[in-house]
């Protein structure tokens, strides 16, 4: 089993910049794909931002450009630097961790999600 919990979220206010940090803990040794996602009240739940291990991330089209998701392996850790945020980045953010197979990965771990808030 796979611990995710997820810290940094806030409120902020329209351009501004937060940092999302995601801690693994327990069989980090069965996940080498993290992700970032979030839902907004009345919406899907959503991709954000992908980083496989060993290969470059991938990101959304609204926040490319906005959003780095970067990992400090020695912490077991996964961020979301989101910089000029928009009202429309508002929402619930849910880091994921799973495993690479084949062409596509197998996500088994949710975090309990972080609130992020921008205001005008």
């Known amino acids: 089993q796979v611990q995710l919990a997820e810290s940094g979220g806030g409120l902020v206010q329209a351009g501004g910049s937060l940092r999302l940090s995601c801690d693994a803990s327990?069989?980090?040794?069965?996940?080498?794909?993290m992700a970032w996602y979030r839902q907004a009240p009345g919406k899907q739940r959503e991709l954000v931002a992908i980083?496989?291990?060993?290969?470059?991330?991938v990101y959304a089209a609204p926040v490319k450009g906005r959003f780095t998701i970067s990992k400090n392996n020695a912490k077991n850790t996964v961020y979301l630097q989101m910089n000029s945020l928009k009202l429309e980045d508002t929402a619930a953010y849910y880091c994921?961790?799973?495993?690479?197979?084949?062409?596509?990965?197998?996500?088994?771990?949710w975090g309990q999600g972080t609130q992020v808030t921008v205001s005008s």
């Open positions: 994921r961790a799973g495993r690479t197979a084949g062409d596509g990965y197998v996500w088994n771990y």
């Open positions: 327990g069989s980090i040794f069965s996940i080498n794909v």
């Open positions: 980083l496989p291990e060993g290969n470059s991330a």
